[in-house]
Structure formats: C-alpha cells, structure tokens
C-alpha cells in the first residue's frame, strides 16, 4: 500500500528515490511547504543552505561534475528562482546535469503578477535543456522522475522543475514512486553507428599522414579516456584537449600537445592547421576552439564523433558524422585502427613543442611573483593530485598550461559560459563528493568578490577546501584586451579588493598572505594541515599576460607570442 502524502514530502520521497543525497538550496515563501516537508527527511538528504541563489546551483553542477551524478538545487520563486539563470547557462554550455526545484505562486494567482510571481519556466527556455511547469501533485513524482532522466542521458543538461505552492500543499492519498519505463516522444538518445560508417571512418584514419585527435569534454562525460587513447596509441596519432576536455588525457602523454585554441599551445594550433585529418571527440567546434572558421584546418578532411547532433555541421562542416555516444563509437572504430609511422608528423609536432618550452623557462625566473609561478607552485604542492576548481580568467588559462592534469575529472571550470564567481561555490558543491581529497580554488580577485559570500557556507558546512585568489588588482584578461586592442585604456579593470585575510578571519577561516615564490609552499603546507575551507592570497604581478593568444576571429595559427623583451625589462 501507498503512503498519505501532501506533494512537498513527495518531493524528498521523489529525490530519496534518484539517489540524492544532498541538495544546495535557499527557503522562501512558495517553496515553504517543502522547507518544512525537510524535517521528515534530513537522515536521508542533507541541505546546504547557500548565501544565494546562484551559488546553489553552481554547487550542485560542481558536485555534478565531480561525481558523475545529477546534482540538485532549490529556491523559491520570484527572485529566487531568476537568480538561478546564470547557474543553469553555465550547466547549459558545459553540459553538466543538474536538476534545479523551485517553488511556485498558487496556480490561481498565476498571471496575476503575484508577490514574487515569475514566469520561470518560459525565463529558462534558452538555458535549460527542458523545464516543467507542475500545478496537480498527482504529477510531481512522474515530473521529478522524468527530470532526472532528461538530465542525464544523452547529452547531459540542466532540468528546472517549478512547482505551485498549493500542489506542494495538497495531499495524496496513497501514493507510490513511480516505476515505469520512462518514454518521451522525440526524445531518443542516439544508437551506435552504422559498419558503413565504421569503415568509412577507419578509411580516413588509416590513410591520413598528418591527422590530429581533437579530445573534448564529450570524452570525460562518456568515460572514453581509455578509447580515445588507444585510437592515439594504435593510430599514433597526436591529441589536443579542449579547456573542458583537461585531464583525459594524461599531460605527461608523449602525443599530447596540451589545449588548443584562443590560449591554448602553439603547437597544437599549428598542427590543427597543417593536419590532414581532424577527428573530432565529444566537442563542439566553438569560436575559443577554431578562430576564422573560414581558414580553420583548410587541409584536413574532418571526422565529428558527436552524441548531439545539432553540433554536428553547427560551426564547422565535416566529411563523417558519428551521432553517438563517444565510447560506443570509439570501441566500434578502435579494433580497425592500423599504426602507422608518422615519424616526420610528430618530428614537426616535437619542433613546435620546443619552441613553446622556453616560454615556460622565462616565466619561471622573473623576480616578481607570477601568477603562472603561483600555480605552478600549487601543483608542485599538490603533487599534481588535486581536485582543481578554476574560476575564469588570465588565472584560468594559466591553469591550464601551468598545473599539468594526469588524470580525469581533476579540472573543474565555467568553459562555455564563462561565469565569473563559479569556481568558489562549485568547490563546495564537490567537496561533497570528494570529501577526502585535496580540492584547491584559483580564483582572480574580481571572479572571488562574485560570489565571496560563499565563503560563509564553506565555513558553515566546514568544506575542506583551499581557496587560492591570485590578486593582480585588475580584472586581468579584460585588461589584456585593453592593452592589446584599446591602446592600453583601462576603463573600469583596476579593481580594490578587502584585505583577504582579515576577511578570511572575519569568515571564520584561516588567512594567508604570500608576495614571494619561495613562501608559496610553506603556506601550502599551513593549508593542507588544517581540516576545513582556508583562504591564500597571491600578490602577483599586476601586467602580466596570458600568451599563446588567438586574437578574436583571427585565423587560428595567426597567434601573438610572448615578447622575449618583457621578461629582460622585468630582470633588470
């Protein structure tokens, strides 16, 4: 028999029944009855309350991220539910699943421009992969249900669930979770490809002198790490990671150039435009990634392996289309692959690579810290085993090319949207999965002041998370375009920040101060010993830049390196 309940306890029934265990949210009136429906619950889920809205919902896609697992978030309506927007884009473009709850005016007063009356479900249309909007507690459970489901097969994405306060508040009689076989009509995750295209594919591969494996975020969310390097190994063929795509493959991997694109190495940008073959691995072909798209890898015949096909031909055309989930095709295409030489390929390729390495000696002897030193020095600290969670920026890029990832899943970051703020409350969100692992921030000192009131929730939750601000007292990548493109005319980038570490102490949280390289892992140390959320600030040089850089929609070789004079000044 079914149990009497009103529809906020079927609510948690619904989330107990996904495999929630913990959900990041904010009371207010049109969600009160599920704030109360809580207390029933709280040995089964644990409810972070965040400082805002927003932070709610990049802490559950943290926890997203880091655990593989749907995270969940919740709010009430009206202004609750709008400032949830820019954590659902952010989940929307990284394809990050989340399910976000929020509360509802009285389906009566709907239209009736109610006291925090929003119509969010047609606000989040854009920037949700579906919503629903839920007025009959007969069909919370199924709703719930369904969201999960939408929200983690396929390509991965945000789901908003809104609920009417007086279907929280109603009552059935005896209810039970529903267990049937969910089927939605024109939503069918896509099967493996055809052998026609196996063969085609393979024909491609085996036959390209030059070619080129592009390795998106596609291949963390299908869990092709293993595939997508044994196409590399049978093929020898050279990777290149997207920002998203840091950590499947290993950075100490002989054929991995490192990242692509607008910052990413000059050897992988050069190669992609040379190469005659470009296989495509879960990404999207996004402007950071290409340039000009009317010069990107003019050469190369291209093969887009691709779980969504409204990517496919979006941005780029392509000669083989693969709409499947990555490992599947992989696993279907890898048994074909031939090795073949390719020894004058990678001899250019390990040319390219030399030439880069000396932009990583320079930076390493300035006397001024360098916020690539400070890094650097993190992952010297870590041992490279951190859970790193980077906010957006110069700070970000530098991430990518100063803290070397060996292994999946270890590099969290806002890619498509660019959210500032993001990294800090995401970090929270995935210490609740990784609660035994080393979890680092970096995070600039405009991205940290977003959403600084997070740090109350680490505090309160006790986080165990490092919270590093590389504070160069700009908002720096904005900056850099200044400089490089508006004849260094800093109109609002020069930022002032709270003394950090008196802020840490205020928080509750212990506060450090590093302006030299050689106190950098020492604070580390301090850090690493004290269970709970601590906060280091970096003093760092104020005009640094960010190099290799893609000027925007310049062709995609057409790259400004670093001037070898900076660092002779910067030595004198």
């Avoid at 059935?172 to 069918?188: C, H």
Wanted: with cysteine; net charge negative.
């Amino acid at each position: 028999m079914g149990k009497k309940l009103r529809g906020a306890d079927i609510v948690w029934e619904s989330l107990v029944e996904e495999g929630v265990e913990v959900v990041f949210g904010y009371p207010g009136g049109a969600i009160l009855p599920a704030y109360d429906a809580l207390n029933n619950y709280r040995e089964k889920i644990h409810h972070v309350l965040v400082r805002h809205e927003q932070g709610a919902t990049h802490m559950a896609d943290g926890y997203a991220r880091a655990s593989g697992k749907v995270g969940c978030a919740m709010a009430t309506s009206g202004p609750g539910a709008t400032n949830m927007v820019t954590g659902l884009a952010t989940a929307m473009l990284d394809s990050s699943p989340i399910v976000c709850i929020t509360g509802q005016v009285p389906s009566g007063a709907i239209g009736g421009d109610a006291f925090q009356e929003v119509d969010v479900t047609g606000v989040t249309i854009p920037v949700t992969k579906h919503n629903y909007l839920v007025t009959d507690v007969n069909e919370i459970a199924s709703t719930i249900r369904e969201a999960f489901y939408v929200a983690r097969t396929g390509r991965p994405g945000p789901v908003l669930v809104d609920i009417t306060k007086d279907a929280l508040n109603a009552v059935i009689e005896d209810f039970e979770y529903p267990t049937y076989t969910i089927s939605l009509p024109g939503y069918k995750p896509p099967a493996p490809v055809t052998n026609e295209q196996v063969v085609a594919a393979l024909e491609l591969i085996n036959k390209a002198k030059k070619p080129v494996i592009l390795a998106g975020h596609g291949v963390l969310i299908s869990g092709a790490m293993n595939e997508v390097l044994e196409l590399s190994r049978k093929g020898n063929i050279p990777v290149t990671t997207t920002l998203l795509g840091i950590g499947g493959v290993p950075a100490s991997h002989p054929l991995n150039m490192g990242m692509m694109g607008m910052h990413g190495e000059a050897c992988a940008n050069h190669a992609i435009q040379e190469a005659d073959l470009l296989i495509a691995c879960g990404m999207r072909f996004d402007d950071r990634v290409t340039g000009n798209v009317s010069t990107y890898s003019p050469n190369s015949k291209k093969i887009h392996i691709e779980i969504d096909p409204t990517e496919i031909n979006k941005n780029i055309k392509v000669d083989i289309a693969l709409n499947t989930d990555l490992m599947v095709a992989l696993r279907q295409i890898n048994p074909g692959v031939t090795f073949n030489d390719r020894s004058e390929w990678l001899h250019r390729i390990r040319d390219w690579q030399e030439d880069a390495n000396q932009r990583d000696i320079l930076q390493m002897k300035t006397p001024t810290l360098m916020a690539a030193q400070a890094i650097r020095a993190i992952w010297e600290g870590t041992a490279g085993n951190a859970l790193v969670v980077s906010d957006v920026g110069q700070h970000q890029m530098l991430e990518c090319q100063y803290y070397q990832h060996e292994s999946p899943y270890t590099l969290l970051t806002s890619g498509g949207l660019g959210t500032m703020g993001f990294s800090v409350p995401a970090a929270i969100g995935a210490s609740f999965h990784k609660q035994d692992r080393e979890i680092w921030v970096i995070v600039g000192d405009g991205c940290v002041q977003m959403t600084i009131m997070e740090f109350a929730t680490a505090v309160q939750e006790n986080a165990n998370i490092k919270i590093c601000i590389i504070n160069n007292g700009y908002l720096g990548m904005v900056r850099q375009w200044q400089q490089l493109f508006y004849d260094a005319r800093y109109a609002e980038t020069p930022i002032s920040s709270p003394d950090y570490v008196k802020l840490a102490d205020a928080y509750g949280m212990p506060g450090y101060r590093v302006s030299k390289l050689e106190d950098a892992i020492p604070t580390m140390r301090k850090a690493q010993e004290h269970k709970g959320p601590v906060v280091i600030e970096f003093v760092v040089e104020q005009h640094d830049m960010v190099y290799p850089m893609v000027p925007a929609g310049a062709d995609l070789h057409a790259m400004i390196r670093r001037p070898h004079r900076q660092f002779a000044e910067m030595e004198m």
